[in-house]
């Protein structure tokens, strides 16, 4: 069992600046045909940055502050005639082994698609993560849209503990 020790001040007390980020998509992203193909998810706009948790760089996150962070995603695809295949997860540290929150979903013609995880680990100072995707629909599909839109790349990034 994980027992997640609160953050406290030298005063004793701990309500603390929340650290969060949050950033989306601005612009559609098109993904590669094949399942064994791992396509990093990138985004355009940053939503919100308090406190610097991460910093961001060609669609991979790096920790700056250590702890115990939420990972959230969700990847939005277009639209498309097929019936195929549409998978996201978090990658982390890079390692295409070491997926987490991984959603497969099955697509019905002419609807949109989205994959949602969500993931807790503790962080050390420079470690990494990403948000990956691969379908297997026969061509490219586009991913994302307007930051502004259900349609868009989202990913969240919480910081719930110290060490």
């Not at 993904?31 to 961001?56: A, D, E, H, M, R």
């Not at 987490?100 to 019905?108: I, N």
């Not at 969500?118 to 948000?131: E, N, Q, R, Y």
Request: proline fraction near 4%.
């Amino acid at each position: 069992m994980l027992l997640l020790k609160p953050l406290v001040r030298a005063d004793g007390t701990y309500p603390i600046p929340r650290l969060y980020r949050e950033d989306s998509s601005n612009t559609t992203q098109s993904i590669s045909n094949g399942l064994g193909l791992f396509n990093l998810v990138t985004y355009g706009t940053n939503k919100k940055n308090q406190g610097g948790p991460f910093t961001l760089s060609s669609g991979l996150f790096t920790c700056q502050i250590p702890g115990y962070y939420r990972i959230s995603y969700q990847t939005c695809w277009a639209s498309n005639a097929d019936t195929k295949c549409r998978v996201g997860w978090i990658q982390y540290n890079a390692d295409t082994s070491r997926r987490f929150a991984a959603h497969s979903a099955a697509t019905v013609s002419g609807d949109l698609v989205y994959n949602m995880g969500s993931w807790i680990i503790l962080f050390a100072f420079g470690d990494t993560f990403s948000i990956m995707a691969t379908q297997d629909s026969g061509g490219n599909v586009n991913i994302g849209g307007s930051e502004n839109t259900a349609n868009a790349n989202r990913v969240q990034i919480e910081f719930i503990s110290n060490p």
